[in-house]
């Protein structure tokens, strides 16, 4: 366990306390530190912060290039660009974005047009599977449904979870 000692100039040295059976000596501070107020050490650090996420960023604009070299040459072998980035990427992209001719309210009202009743999110989320729509959405149910309440001018709730073409 330790205990912050306040001493003057406002530095701040770290004493480590004894659990009664051996003495632990004291914990000496960086010395480069040591002499510096708390401004100096923040600005330290803030500077080091702004040479990494500048270093970080040229990095990045370097792979940038580089993408869009791979890229070029994939279309120039198959004929066809692929893109691999998307917004937002990172850990959680499920790969290049799916596109379809028509928006998904499109596919959901003629589905509806179609089936001649209400229908519930569920019930659209098969029927759906059925056509030519494409998503990477790990949650198809989620996108129909706000998909079903955003767009009031081709949709009206009937019953509660049910929905109908207009």
Known sequence: MTAKKK???SKVS?????NGNTPEPKVALNKALSGMSVEEIEQQL???KTNEVTELETRLAKLRVESD?????????????????RAGGGKGSRGPRA???RPLAAYLHEIL??????????ELETALGETDYKSNSKNKYVVIFTALTKNKEMFRKVERGTYEAI
């Open 7 to 9: 001493s003057a100039g």
């Open 14 to 18: 770290t004493i480590a306390k004894s």
């Open 46 to 48: 803030e500077a080091r």
């Open 69 to 85: 070299t791979v890229e070029q040459r994939i279309a120039a072998l198959c004929g066809t660009v692929v893109r691999t980035r």
């Open 99 to 101: 596109t379809n001719e």
């Open 113 to 122: 047009k179609d089936a001649k009743k209400p229908m519930t999110a569920r």
